[in-house]
């Protein structure tokens, strides 16, 4: 392993996600980021990394504000982005960002728990949780993104804008900066699932999967035996 020894990993959690699964993906992440620091944003306490946390409602303007803190109280060059339904491979944080441009790992299989039988597929697309890129620059576009939206009543008339930097500058009437995709040799998986606290309450069950779909891929295993973990209760 390489890891590119400047970043830290701002992991970002709901703390809705059903145990023992979310333990399971937080020891992934633990084990795939090596020695690098790790601040975690929670809306329960949290005995992981250095623990921010915010009790309150739970959205979007929420999720980018809470993200921002934690970036924030970084004290590296790069940030990454890492949420609390996806499984990271080490080679996530190998990555250096390009300068001055928000770098994404498109490298991302997703599972969806509703679907059966269970299957990975691919969309190719610019996810919060792929994000890594200079903390200086994800400080900068936050703050004109607040300075012009300080509440969450405030974005009432621009969503769905308020979502990934470089995605939805336009549509929020900020600066839009420039963004590279990246492709990582062994990717991440992304679930999207009944706890979630926005993907799923917004659109759940009627997401569509993506047109490059597996039943197993190297590294992860097969689809049904990540879906088996993810369905265990502790009694």
């Not at 601040?39 to 504000?65: A, H, M, R, T």
């Not at 441009?101 to 697309?125: E, L």
């Not at 979502?163 to 492709?183: C, F, K, Q, W």
Request: charged letters at 25%.
């Amino acid at each position: 392993m390489r890891l590119n020894k400047n970043i830290s990993v701002i992991y970002i959690t709901a703390s809705r996600l059903r145990e023992p699964f979310a333990t399971y993906v937080r020891d992934v992440l633990w084990k795939a980021k090596g020695g690098l620091p790790l601040i975690s944003v929670s809306k329960k306490p949290l005995d992981y990394g250095q623990n921010l946390c915010f009790d309150g409602p739970v959205g979007v303007w929420n999720e980018y504000w809470e993200t921002y803190q934690g970036v924030l109280a970084s004290k590296t060059k790069y940030v990454a982005i890492a949420e609390d339904d996806t499984l990271y491979s080490y080679q996530h944080f190998e990555q250096t960002p390009v300068p001055g441009s928000f770098t994404f790992n498109i490298a991302c299989w997703q599972i969806y728990t509703c679907v059966k039988p269970a299957m990975y597929s691919w969309k190719g697309r610019r996810n919060h949780n792929g994000l890594i890129c200079e903390r200086d620059l994800y400080i900068k576009e936050m703050e004109e993104r607040f300075a012009k939206y300080p509440t969450p009543e405030s974005i009432k008339n621009v969503l769905p804008s308020f979502g990934e930097p470089s995605r939805y500058e336009s549509g929020l009437g900020i600066t839009v900066y420039p963004a590279t995709d990246l492709m990582i040799p062994i990717p991440n998986v992304r679930f999207c699932h009944e706890d979630d606290a926005q993907g799923w309450l917004s659109q759940g069950s009627h997401k569509r999967l993506g047109n490059l779909r597996a039943y197993d891929v190297y590294f992860w295993g097969p689809a049904e035996a990540l879906v088996e973990k993810y369905r265990e209760v502790l009694p």
